[in-house]
């Protein structure tokens, strides 16, 4: 019923940028909050940065100051400007929002099918 669709990974050389974006379709009532997550070989999932519909933000430590998450709530469409990438940052990143359906009781947690930035020079 609801798909994400992620866009704008790559290969890139440290110091570079990427823009990621991602986009919410079919059929639901609202989206509270859209995010990107990553996660590395050998690692543990974590949390990158999020934005609510109200427009709060938070990021993960190691990337603030250097990534920016926004988000167009007429459009249900997430983006992370990526800049200033390190090595570290190399992972598949994800697309994750919290959509409540159509007369559903709770938010359901989606996720997007993930795609590959790689930092290397």
């Known amino acids: 019923q609801v798909q994400l669709v992620e866009s704008g990974g790559g290969l890139v050389q440290p110091g570079g940028s990427l823009r990621l974006s991602c986009a919410a379709s079919?059929?639901?009532?609202?989206?509270?909050?859209m995010g990107w997550y990553r996660q590395a070989p050998g690692k543990q999932r974590e949390l990158v940065a999020v934005?609510?519909?109200?427009?709060?933000?938070n990021y993960a430590d190691s990337v603030k100051g250097r990534f920016t998450i926004s988000r167009d709530n007429a459009k249900n469409t997430v983006s992370l400007q990526m800049n200033s990438l390190k090595p570290e940052d190399t992972a598949v990143y994800y697309c994750?929002?919290?959509?409540?359906?159509?007369?559903?009781?709770?938010?359901?947690?989606?996720w997007g099918q993930g795609t590959q930035v790689t930092v290397s020079s």
């Open positions: 934005v609510t519909s109200g427009g709060s933000t």
């Open positions: 994750n929002a919290w959509v409540v359906a159509n007369r559903a009781p709770y938010p359901d947690d989606y």
């Open positions: 079919g059929s639901f009532f609202s989206i509270n909050a």
